[in-house]
């Protein structure tokens, strides 16, 4: 158990401060929380204000509870259902490798999430200090269907994207038809 325990350690350090770090260039990057707001405006996500400040808010708390070890499954449901809706939203239709914009990364952290609910967060963590040892298919499962479904439920109301229209569109008048 002691090379599972390690395992979730490294796990957790690697991935909860990332979490947390881009929560935190939401807010404070360079373009601020006003910068994202218009970021997920462009994408579709309405109110835009409330997506950015949820978005933040959910990447510094799950990336705070994950690097700590606390609560597991709940921190990589959230991850799961950060990286489903970014999938979604702003890597779509973009392929595979995220320096072409696609899903590459948010696949990663997403997988990597639910890899560590199925781990748990072993020894070396706040959960357990308390004695709580959720580990296996079950934490895995809630981690992934939580994540998804809370995305999916998230899209259906509040997604909202601008279709593509051409820089020059051709309309032909009447005369023409």
Request: hydrophobic letters at 50%; a positive charge; charged letters at 15%.
């Amino acid at each position: 158990m002691k090379g599972q325990d390690a395992a979730a350690l490294v796990l957790r350090a690697t991935l909860g401060p990332m979490l947390f770090a881009h929560g935190w260039n939401k807010v404070a990057g360079p373009g601020g929380l006003k910068g994202t707001t218009g970021w997920f405006e462009a994408l579709g996500l309405r109110p835009a204000e409330v997506h950015a400040r949820m978005a933040a808010g959910t990447e510094m708390a799950a990336g705070a509870a994950i690097t700590l070890g606390a609560a597991n499954p709940l921190p990589a449901a959230a991850a799961v259902g950060l990286m489903t809706v970014a999938a979604r939203t702003d890597h779509r239709g973009k392929g595979f490798f995220v320096f072409k914009g696609g899903w590459e990364y948010v696949g990663v952290v997403g997988g990597a999430a639910v890899a560590l609910a199925s781990l748990g967060n072993g020894r070396y963590s706040l959960d357990g200090l308390l004695g709580r040892r959720r580990a296996g298919a079950g934490p895995a499962v809630l981690a992934a269907g939580v994540g998804v479904a809370s995305a999916a439920a998230l899209l259906a109301v509040c997604y909202r994207p601008v279709p593509d229209v051409p820089d020059d569109p051709y309309v032909p008048d009447e005369t023409e038809q």
